[in-house]
Nanobody
Framework: QVQLVESGGGLVQAGGSLRLSCAAS??????MGWFRQASGKEREFVTG????????YYADSVKGRFTISRDNARNTVYLQMNSLKPEDTAVYYC??????????????????WGKGTLVTVSS
């Protein structure tokens, strides 16, 4: 069993930056990722990273602005969000799976989810 705990959300002005963290319990070799869900909308993929960190994937809407990274020694994944826009406002969820996150998402199942952290971007 893996527990994921997100932190780092908050209120920021448009154009600002935030860094989210996701701390994972255990030491299994999981791919990790971030999803987000805005009010009244479905949860959507944001970014994913392989266990080694050598492969990363981004939604078109965040390419060039968001960066995912991981520190396996700390069992932590990070999401650096720059040039934030009001449309980035959402609850951000950390996810973990033994398959690549995009593959697991396509299959309709993700092994583990965090409880989410709210990011609010004001205009």
């Amino acid at each position: 069993q893996v527990q994921l705990v997100e932190s780092g959300g908050g209120l920021v002005q448009a154009g600002g930056s935030l860094r989210l963290s996701c701390a994972a319990s255990g030491r299994s070799r999981y791919a990790m990722g971030w999803f987000r869900q805005a009010s009244g909308k479905e949860r959507e993929f944001v970014t994913g990273i392989s266990w080694s960190g050598s492969n990363t994937y981004y939604a078109d809407s965040v390419k060039g602005r968001f960066t995912i990274s991981r520190d396996n020694a700390r069992n932590t994944v990070y999401l650096q969000m720059n040039s934030l826009k009001p449309e980035d406002t959402a609850v951000y969820y950390c996810a973990a799976d033994q398959l690549p996150i995009t593959t697991a998402q396509t299959m309709g199942r993700i092994d583990y989810w965090g409880k989410g952290t709210l990011v609010t971007v004001s205009s």
